[in-house]
């Protein structure tokens, strides 16, 4: 519920794309070779859910938008190292390590369903890369794999990275994507 010291900044779609993409994942995940429609599913409502973040990134909200938040690396490189100082500046929005993780986890979830995407048409003879030939389904499968740990890996910094800018800014990141609302900024922030 928004207050007067609150500030919606995550509209509800964002958040819809947030938490169904943290259940389709795990769904993947778990499910990687044991019940392969559940996985196929899964790795297809993923790709659906990236369509939408590259759109949403567009003309979603002011947040939303990869122009509110992407920035250069040497901006990460500053905030990061303000953040283990203690010193970082607090943002409504992404800050700029947030934005160095959103880009992460984007291109590592679409090189993980597109290689998913080739597994299942070696393996199946399905899907929209259905035409993968036999041989390079070990490829494809390596790859496969590298991407899919490489995402739980950044989903795990996400997460470390959650609760210690949840402490350093004394902010429930988590209840703000939930709710949608952030504390408004002061002039001690």
Known sequence: ????NTVQVW????RLFHWLLVVAFLIAFITED?????????GYSIAGLLVFRFIWGFIGNQHARFSDFVCRPQQS??????????????YIGHNPAGAVMVVLLLISLLITTITGFAVYGAEQNAGP???ITMQNEGFWEEAHELFANATLLLVIIHI????????????????????????KIDKNN
């Open 11 to 14: 509209d509800l779609p964002l």
């Open 160 to 183: 470390i990275g959650v609760v210690f800018e949840s402490f350093l800014h004394q902010e429930n990141l988590v209840k703000s994507m939930l709710t949608g609302n952030k504390r």
């Open 77 to 90: 490189i500053a905030y990061f190292n303000d953040a283990l100082m203690h010193k970082a500046k607090r």
């Open 129 to 131: 890369l259905a035409s």
């Open 1 to 4: 519920m928004k207050t007067k």
């Open 34 to 42: 044991d019940f392969l429609s559940l996985h196929v599913w899964a």
